[in-house]
T-cell receptor, first 109, second 116 residues
Framework: GEDVEQSLFLSVREGDSSVINCTYTDSSSTYLYWYKQEPGAGLQLLTYIFSNMDMKQDQRLTVLLNKKDKHLSLRIADTQTGDSAIYFCAERDDYKLSFGAGTTVTVRA | EAGVAQSPRYKIIEKRQSVAFWCNPISGHATLYWYQQILGQGPKLLIQFQNNGVVDDSQLPKDRFSAERLKGVDSTLKIQPAKLEDSAVYLC??????????????FGPGTRLTVL
């Protein structure tokens, strides 16, 4: 299967941490990705994790992968107003990406 | 490095008309993708090219959609005739070479199509 599910909305206070969750169904996925989309723009690759890893950290971003539960999360530390956007989780299988519907993150002062 | 370029950025047409979108991938990228993103949804792959050959068009509605990538660089996506449900953002992406394990896809800004 290629279903990727995400919660639709997240509201977070500036300076707090944001955690965006995603579940996927394809156990043969090789890579899992997080993309960011700002209004009127295309998708920007934020980070990715290979399926044999369980954690990856990149500056303010931390990706956690629980392969047994097929659960992926993205933690953004010290969330800023510029982090307000839609975040998409995607899984890759056989060169094809399948995306979730996106989580709209709103950062409030 | 210049990113993926797409044009036009916006297009409004009436149903049953035809429309074409253009994409110029990042220089040197062998793999090119077209996605359809309907409002409130994630992108859905329509077609994937490796150089100028099609490697996956299983999700492309071939009765009305067509795409080509002549000379393995620029690509055009055409809809003829358009339906109301084709209203969406059409995203083009490229990656260096999927056959050599280069998996990161870089996206253009998209073309927003409105069909009235």
């Amino acid at each position: 299967g290629e279903d990727v599910e995400q919660s639709l909305f997240l509201s977070v206070r500036e300076g707090d941490s944001s955690v965006i969750n995603c579940t996927y169904t394809d156990s043969s996925s090789t890579y899992l990705y997080w993309y960011k989309q700002e209004p009127g723009a295309g998708l920007q690759l934020l980070t990715y994790i290979f399926s044999n890893m369980d954690m990856k950290q990149d500056q303010r971003l931390t990706v956690l992968l629980n392969k047994k539960d097929k659960h992926l999360s993205l933690r953004i530390a010290d969330t800023q107003t510029g982090d307000s956007a839609i975040y998409f989780c995607a899984e890759r299988d056989d060169y094809k990406l399948s995306f979730g519907a996106g989580t709209t993150v709103t950062v409030r002062a | 490095e210049a990113g993926v370029a797409q044009s036009p950025r916006y297009k409004i047409i009436e149903k049953r008309q035809s429309v074409a979108f253009w994409c110029n991938p990042i220089s040197g990228h062998a793999t090119l993708y077209w996605y359809q993103q309907i409002l409130g949804q994630g992108p859905k792959l329509l077609i994937q090219f490796q150089n100028n050959g099609v490697v996956d068009d299983s999700q492309l509605p071939k009765d009305r959609f067509s795409a080509e990538r002549l000379k393995g660089v620029d690509s055009t996506l055409k809809i003829q005739p358009a339906k109301l449900e084709d209203s969406a953002v059409y995203l083009c992406a490229s990656s260096y070479d999927r056959d050599r394990g280069h998996h990161e896809q870089f996206f253009g800004p998209g073309t927003r199509l409105t069909v009235l």
